[in-house]
């Protein structure tokens, strides 16, 4: 019956995307949905991703300083850590598990709440593709918007870890850059990236799944958020096993 269940969430979500990802009736209508849905995704989550990846950055290089102090461990491996702590999964990963908090409960708020107000039953009615026009702005906006915000998310981790090497006296400024510095590859800042589009993808479709299946009233949209954020965070965390086995 459980795996009944799953297969047929399965199906209903493959239904939605492929009546999502159709050709957009009114262009210029999508084109300003995309644009207020990458403000409304992603403009206003930076505030949340540099305060988060400011203090991170910090803690890690603290942490890493202070715990695995070694006179056989070179100075510069809290700089190294903390870098590759940063490219290879805070940033991508763990970002995105927190995004899927913010992100994920207002889209399947705010469909849910559509559903439930029978708005989208109105759309319908006038003959509106309300699965394109409602969701495919919200998954391009936001795959759009994510790369930016790992970016940020890279830029503050350092800076915070900079913070404790001015600020704190942990560890030396030369010392931290040397660490920074050390056998960098670019190809980590690309897989973040990468992988970052994948979950994006994941949170926005989940999220919209769930808000636009609601049945019921106020309560039964709560619960829907809830199960979004669920869902997205767990499918984030598999396919983050596989994607990293795959880039690697």
């Known amino acids: 019956m459980l795996i009944k269940n799953y297969l047929t969430t399965l ?18 209508m999508f084109m300003r949905q ?14 949340i991703v540099l305060l988060i990846s400011f203090f991170i950055g910090a803690v890690i290089c603290i942490q890493i300083k202070l715990n695995i102090q070694s006179p056989w461990m070179p100075h510069w491996v809290s700089g190294y ?14 970002m995105c598990l927190i995004l899927s908090g913010k992100v994920g409960s207002n889209i399947a708020t705010e469909i849910g709440t559509m559903r439930v107000t029978q708005q989208i039953d109105a759309l319908e ?16 906006g936001l795959v759009t918007m994510i790369p930016l915000l790992v970016i940020f998310s890279i830029v503050s981790g350092v800076v ?6 001015y600020v704190g006296n942990v560890i030396t400024a030369t010392d931290l850059t040397a660490g920074m510095q050390y056998e960098f590859t670019q ?28 049945e019921g009233g106020s309560i039964e949209v709560g619960k829907a958020s809830t199960n979004a ?19 690697s």
């Open 229 to 247: 954020v669920v869902a997205s965070s767990m499918l984030i965390l598999f396919s983050d096993l596989f994607l990293t086995q795959l880039l």
């Open 11 to 28: 199906g209903c979500y493959l239904q939605l995307m492929g009546r999502t990802f159709t050709r957009p009736d009114r262009f210029r």
């Open 81 to 94: 850590t903390t870098r590759e702590i940063m490219l290879l999964e805070f940033s991508s990963s763990i």
């Open 160 to 165: 915070g870890a900079y913070a404790t090497a």
């Open 34 to 47: 995309y644009v207020k849905e990458m403000a409304q995704l992603g403009v206003d989550s930076i505030g």
């Open 187 to 214: 190809w980590f800042v690309w897989m973040g990236i990468i992988k970052s589009l994948f979950f994006a993808f994941i949170i926005s479709s989940v999220s919209a799944y769930y808000g636009y299946n609601v």
């Open 125 to 140: 009615i006038m003959g509106v593709n309300s699965a394109n026009y409602l969701i495919l702005p919200k998954i391009v």
